[in-house]
């Protein structure tokens, strides 16, 4: 809806990927991180965003990562 969306400023940005490990009979699966562990804490990612006021169009970030 109409005033949905991010609060204008500077973001840092995480990223997390995880899959289930179901190696273990007998166990539920054990999430395992997938993605470089750098990318999962804002101080070590490298990773921001800018959302400036005023901005009413749908916004897209793109972010490489490298291992």
């Known amino acids: 809806e109409k ?12 990223i ?3 899959a289930v490990d179901t190696s ?7 999430a ?15 990773f921001e965003a800018k959302i400036p006021s005023g901005t009413a169009e749908p916004m897209e970030f793109n972010f490489e990562l490298k291992p």
């Open 3 to 14: 005033g949905d969306g991010v609060i204008p400023g500077d973001y840092g940005i995480t």
């Open 16 to 18: 997390s990927g995880f």
């Open 24 to 30: 273990v009979p007998g166990r539920i699966g054990t």
């Open 32 to 46: 395992v991180l997938v993605t470089p562990e750098k990318y999962s804490d804002e101080a070590t990612s490298g």
